[in-house]
């Protein structure tokens, strides 16, 4: 089951939820917008390797915006912090991103029970498209969840407070160790 606007505002008040810099006006039907942040990570080699960290370069975005192409990923993160306990949050594009030709995440709208940072944002797009610090680029909504909480979500990823590449590598250093 998804919660409503009205029933995220509560679990907000009660402390359940937690957004940064709560906003009425951003609140939806049963949706809360969030921001992009200022930073953009981008891979410095054209071909990635999983098994291996990969270079790149951290950037501002500039007031007058940045311009992303067709063929790149943009790592950026959500202005807001969010902390979510008992409920799963998920992360979607806004359509009016959308219909800009703008992909917010790659495979990563998914969020675990427990997970607490700023959202990191795999952005794309189809054509070149200028993209501003600020906009309300993503809307996070929640699913409540059925059974027992065993396990909270302890990953690579809890905290995050600036733009992280990906980390796949410690999965294989793991793999190799055991």
């Not at 940064?20 to 951003?26: I, L």
């Not at 799963?88 to 703008?102: A, D, K, N, Q």
């Amino acid at each position: 089951m998804i919660l409503s606007g009205d029933e995220i505002r509560r679990q907000h008040d009660a402390g359940t939820i937690f957004i940064e810099g709560f906003d009425e006006s951003r609140l939806g039907p049963n949706s809360y917008n969030l921001r992009l942040g200022k930073e953009l990570l981008v891979y410095t080699n054209r071909e990635l390797d999983a098994r291996h960290p990969n270079d790149y370069e951290l950037m501002e975005i500039p007031e007058d915006g940045f311009r992303m192409e067709p063929g790149r990923i943009y790592l950026a993160q959500t202005m807001e912090y969010t902390k979510t306990e008992g409920l799963v949050p998920m992360l979607e594009g806004r359509s009016s991103v959308g219909r800009l030709g703008i992909n917010i995440h790659a495979t990563a709208g998914f969020g675990d029970v427990g997970f607490h940072g700023r959202w990191t944002l795999e952005l794309s797009c189809v054509q070149p498209v200028r993209i501003y610090a600020g906009m309300e680029i993503c809307q996070i909504y929640y699913h409540t969840i059925m059974g027992e909480i065993a396990k909270r979500y302890t990953g690579k990823y809890q905290e995050s407070d600036g733009v992280r590449p990906s980390q796949m590598w410690k999965d294989f250093e793991r793999e190799e160790s055991q």
